[in-house]
């Protein structure tokens, strides 16, 4: 963990001040995986890598009774969170906690073991052990709950100079998209005695994911 975090935090360290600003115009798919989440009255969420909150912020905004839980690995990008939470009004509704996505205590960190929907937006891409994430978050899925993923896909549909291009620049930034995510989504529902789908977005771009628990 020590190793990943300090790589994290020295990445964002100020990058994490231009972040959302950036980002917005090719993280393609954060608000539609949202507006998805489709959550119960009263309902817990859980983003893992929450980075400097903005999903957490615009989930609460679209579904004002839920309670909000975020847990990243960067100190750096959390206290980016904090401060985004705060200045939005969420204080009160947000909980954030540090922790190694492949393996934190969520009862520990949030006083509960599973969530009502739990979401991963453009994390699995920069985590070395994204299976073990991936598996850690099934498993924090409470039942009647679902898993949501958006993140890189495969640009399949798109030129292949697009491709190697994409690919080499989001090197340069520790991202991997993950071209088995379907095949180790499908794992961890039969783990978890759940149903998983994927499916590519814009040609390829994008891929969505998850998995609903029984």
Known sequence: MSDHRGLMDGVYRYQRHIYDLTRKYYLLGRDGLIADLDMPDGGAVLEIGCGTGRNLIAAGKAWPNAA???????????????????????????????????????????????FDRVFISYALSMI????????????????????????????????????????????????????????ALADAADATQ????AR????????RAGLCRA
């Open 68 to 114: 909000l839980h975020g847990v990243d690995i960067s100190g750096a990008m959390l206290e980016t969170a904090r401060a985004a939470v705060t200045k939005a009004g969420m204080a009160k509704r947000v909980t954030l906690a540090q922790g190694d996505a492949c393996g934190f205590d969520a009862k520990a960190l949030f006083g509960r073991a599973t």
């Open 128 to 183: 070395p052990d994204w299976e073990a994430a991936l598996a850690q978050a099934a498993h924090c899925v409470a039942p009647g709950g679902k898993l949501e993923i958006v993140d890189f896909g495969q640009q399949e549909h798109l030129p292949a100079v697009w491709k190697r291009a994409l690919f080499g620049w989001l090197a340069r930034f520790h991202v991997a998209p993950r071209g088995d995510l379907a095949a």
């Open 194 to 197: 759940s149903r998983s789908y």
């Open 200 to 207: 590519a977005l814009y040609r390829g771009y994008a891929i």
